[in-house]
């Protein structure tokens, strides 16, 4: 299994550390990933009468131009290939590609790419379980969502929400998703998020969905560094860390929660 998810992120801060972008930009990237990696085969219960907290995240990026929002967030569509090719299990997480339309999105989460399968115990009982997931890592809002279409807000808020299934009629044709999971990594200027959404959007609990990471000033870094230091550097860090994605992927059933954080 993975060493721990706190040295998956320790690892990607040293790994991402000569990158040209801040610090909480690279944290809540390597959150995201995890996010991605744990899809719907972990949760936390709370109490009997609250549904099941699966780990799925909405973040945005926020800053000028010229920050690194983008190197973040490919950083992470990088490492997500790069577990993709050396998995042993098929793909652990298919990235969404560069827009997101409602009949797209939809039409991806439905179909058997997006499909993953897992097993996990329950008391005595081995139980087997699917579910369809999507991360979208896309390093501008504009490039995402070129126009305002009133039908993906809510449909996104639907599937933040984790019901058993998403059910629509596309076309005329119904379309069902069992246990839907999507992970949204996008970047976004601070003065473009009400030109991509008229104001009745942030009415209707999409930004409550959403944790904005805010930068404002660039992080100026050597492109070029002398041998010495670039052979101090750990130089299977990349492989290590796609690994320890794997096994996060692998992880399967609900997390045991201590007082503290119950607390």
């Known amino acids: 299994m993975a060493r721990n998810l706190p040295d998956f992120i320790n ?24 996010s991605c990696a744990l899809g719907r085969r972990v949760w936390i219960k709370t109490n009997s009468r609250m549904p099941l907290c699966f780990p799925n995240l909405f973040l945005m990026l926020v800053a000028p131009p010229g920050i690194g929002k983008d190197v973040s967030i490919n950083k992470v569509a990088d490492l997500i290939i790069t577990a993709n090719a050396i998995s042993k299990n098929g793909i652990v997480a298919r990235l969404g590609g560069e827009s997101i339309s409602p ?7 439905a179909d058997n790419a997006s499909k993953q399968t897992f097993t996990y115990r329950r008391g005595h009982e081995q139980v087997t379980a699917e579910f369809h997931s999507l991360t979208f890592c896309i390093g501008e809002l ?3 969502i070129p126009e305002y279409d009133p039908r993906l807000i809510p449909l996104l808020n639907d599937l933040y929400n984790n019901k058993p299934a998403y059910e629509d009629a596309i076309r005329g044709i119904e379309v069902r998703v069992p246990a839907p999971h999507l992970t949204l990594i996008l970047g976004n200027q601070p003065n473009t998020l009400a030109e991509v959404f008229p104001e009745r ?14 930068a404002h000033h660039p992080v ?13 550097w750990d130089q299977s860090l990349e492989q290590k860390l ?10 399967a059933g609900p997390f045991k929660v201590t007082p503290e954080t119950k607390k």
């Open 103 to 109: 009949k797209g999105l939809v039409d991806k989460l």
């Open 11 to 34: 690892g990607w801060l040293e790994y991402t550390e000569p990158l040209p972008t801040p610090l909480i930009f690279r944290i809540w990237s390597a959150i995201g990933a995890m």
């Open 142 to 144: 504009g490039t995402a």
């Open 201 to 214: 959007t942030f009415r209707m609990g999409f930004t409550s969905r959403i944790i904005f990471v805010y």
């Open 242 to 251: 796609a690994e320890d994605f794997c096994d996060m992927a692998s992880m």
């Open 220 to 232: 100026i870094k050597d492109l070029y560094v002398d041998e010495e230091i670039e052979l101090s």
